[in-house]
């Protein structure tokens, strides 16, 4: 049986600081207060730990408290993935419920960046950035991937179109856009989701005259802006 099968049911966790053989780790008040309260874990126990540059290592609880604890890593149980394509999401913010879905099966699909952008109808203007990092972190626990996704500062069209060289865009009612699924998509690649409302003319003319962006179809269907993102995201990563 492998070192996998052997760690796969213990509980993993995201750790913000380097990991080496036999060199400790402090845990958070809130990963602390998780083990001692909730999971009851004492002395000794093992878990699963990442950092998202240095793969995947089980590693013991040398001390727990409350408020408090340390790790001691024994040995890596997978190599840092390197070969994952760099898939940027380029989105309007929604409303807080449909926002969660959307970050959360985001991460599992692969997402490398979250780029949050406003445009003329942008519904929610202002976001949590520290709430969606934690939900981008817990994500990441739950479906085992090694890389952790960023969260980009929140930014307008016209900063995000210059800041990636290959964009595909779901444009709404674009009759002359490739399906998604017939395009062979690079790489490193961002998808551009609009807001709730749509794209203005005004917004649609910048997007055609960026050199970086290639508009692409979801099909007839008009989709919420989870949706579509969730579905373009499954195609790119194929």
């Known amino acids: 049986m492998s070192d996998i099968d052997v760690h796969k049911k213990l509980p993993r966790i995201f750790v913000d600081a380097p990991i080496e053989e036999g060199v400790e780790i402090a845990l958070s008040a809130l990963q602390s207060h998780y083990f001692h309260n909730v999971m009851r874990k004492k002395n000794g126990a093992l878990i ?9 290592w089980c590693a013991a609880i040398a ?21 994952q394509k760099d898939i940027t999401l380029i989105f309007a ?57 960023k969260l980009l500062p929140l930014c307008d069209l016209n900063k995000a179109l210059k800041a990636h060289s ?13 399906h998604i699924q017939n395009i062979a998509p690079a790489d490193k690649c961002a998808l551009l989701i609009g807001p709730e409302g749509g794209f203005t003319a005004q917004e649609i ?26 579905y373009g995201l499954a195609y790119l990563n194929r």
């Open 48 to 56: 699963r730990i990442f950092n998202g540059r240095d793969g995947e």
């Open 63 to 83: 001390e727990l408290s409350k408020k408090s604890g340390l790790l001691l890593p024994r040995q890596q149980i997978k190599p840092q993935d390197v070969t």
């Open 93 to 149: 913010p929604i409303k807080k419920n449909r926002l969660d879905f959307l970050v959360e099966k985001a991460v599992e699909l692969g997402v490398s960046q979250f780029q949050p952008i406003l445009t003329q109808n942008t519904e929610v203007r202002k976001l949590n950035a520290e709430r969606i990092a934690a939900q981008i972190i817990e994500a990441t626990e739950q479906c085992e991937r090694l890389n952790l996704p």
């Open 166 to 178: 290959t964009i595909y865009g779901a444009i709404e009612r674009d009759e002359n856009a490739p």
């Open 205 to 230: 003319d910048i997007m055609h005259s960026s050199p970086a962006l290639s508009p692409v179809s979801l099909g007839p269907r008009i989709l919420r802006a989870e949706t579509a993102a969730l």
